[in-house]
């Protein structure tokens, strides 16, 4: 009887020790799931930032770069269907839209170059400079992003924790980057 109690008593522990490992990954996989979500906020925000700069950018170019028109609209038309699918988790298409509107952005400043009157008015230089700053708040944001998915994602993909995760369901996540080689170089210029 002593023998079986003992057994007991070991397979209670056991099962408690188990239970105990399931709940502390369930809870870490949980706090990654929100770490992702947190970091994806700070990347809407930026974004937001971003798209709420381009119409007065626009809008000061506009005046000084007559042969531009068909730059300056495309601008206008991904800025609007970046709008469109914010807010909400990162997905393949917005993905695409930003890197358009990123490298539209970076042609447009190319571009700027052969405007030597809207380089000197003070409205743009403010403009662009604030641009800028959030170009780079965009790109620090991504980058934190990317590494709570990858947190994310190694937390789903390894033993034992992928058991736990397809259990609950957790999913791994997509990174949110370029996805193309034309949109890793840098835009030419054309006269």
Same mark, same amino acid.
């Given at each position: ?19 105990? *490992?399931?709940?502390?990954? =369930? ?10 979500? +947190?970091?994806?906020? $700070? ?21 000084? *770069?007559?042969? !531009? ?13 970046? +709008?469109?699918? %914010? ?5 393949? !298409?917005?993905?695409?839209? +930003? ?13 700027? !170059? $052969? =405007? ?6 003070? $409205? ?20 934190? =992003? ?6 994310? $994602? ?17 999913? %791994?996540?997509? =990174? ?16």
């Amino acid at each position: 009887m002593e023998a079986n109690t003992v057994a007991m008593v070991i397979f209670g522990v056991v099962v408690l020790v188990v239970l105990v *490992m399931i709940a502390g990954i =369930y809870n870490s996989l949980v706090a990654a799931r929100q770490h992702v979500r +947190e970091s994806w906020s $700070n990347v809407d925000t930026e974004l937001q930032r971003r798209h709420d700069l381009i119409p007065n950018l626009v809008s000061i170019v506009k005046g000084y *770069m007559t042969h !531009e028109r068909e730059l300056l609209s495309l601008i206008v038309a991904l800025r609007e269907d970046a +709008e469109r699918l %914010r807010p909400g988790e990162a997905t393949d !298409e917005q993905a695409r839209i +930003e890197n358009q509107l990123e490298g539209s952005l970076a042609q447009l400043r190319v571009r700027i !170059e $052969n =405007y030597p009157d809207l380089k000197a008015s003070t $409205n743009f230089m403010s403009l662009q400079s604030e641009l800028i700053h959030t170009e780079d708040r965009v790109q620090n944001a991504l980058r934190f =992003y990317n590494g709570n998915v990858r947190d994310m $994602n190694v937390k789903v993909q390894s033993f034992p924790s992928n058991m736990i995760a397809k259990m609950f369901g957790f999913r %791994r996540k997509s =990174y949110f980057e370029l996805r193309t080689e034309r949109a890793r170089e840098a835009p030419q210029v054309q006269f």
